[in-house]
C-alpha cells in the first residue's frame, strides 16, 4: 500500500513531463480555435451564397421570349433611324435652298457694284 500512496502524490510514473503536456494542450487548443474559425467562415459564406440565390429571379425567361423582345426593339429602331434621316434630308435640302438664294443675293450685288 505503501507504493500506491507514493504514486499518488507525486507525477504518475512513466508519462510524458509536465511541460510536454501544456504544449500538447496548448496545441490542441490552438488547433480547436482555428478549426471553429474555419467553420464559422464556411457557414458565413453559405449565408451569403443562400443570400444571393434568393435574389435570383424565381422565374425563367424563354430565350424566345429575349428574341421576341430584341425584334420589336430592332423595329422600333429602325423606325427611329428612319425619322432621323428625313429630318436630315429635310434639313439638308433647306441648308442648301438658303444657300441658293444667298448666293443668288450676292451674285446680283455682286454684280451691281461691278457696273
Do not use: W
Amino acid at each position: 500500500m505503501s507504493n500506491t500512496n507514493n504514486n499518488q502524490n507525486g507525477p504518475p510514473s512513466g508519462g510524458p513531463p509536465q511541460a510536454l503536456q501544456y504544449i500538447i494542450h496548448a496545441t490542441g487548443a490552438v488547433l480547436f480555435a482555428c478549426g471553429g474559425f474555419i467553420i464559422s467562415m464556411a457557414f458565413t459564406n453559405i449565408d451569403r451564397l443562400e443570400n444571393k440565390f434568393d435574389q435570383v429571379p424565381k422565374e425563367y425567361v424563354l430565350k424566345a421570349d429575349y428574341r421576341a423582345d430584341q425584334a420589336r426593339v430592332f423595329v422600333e429602331l429602325t423606325k427611329i433611324a428612319a425619322k432621323i434621316d428625313h429630318s436630315m434630308e429635310s434639313l439638308e435640302a433647306d441648308y442648301n435652298r438658303r444657300m441658293d438664294k444667298l448666293e443668288k443675293i450676292l451674285t446680283e450685288q455682286y454684280n451691281k457694284d461691278k457696273k
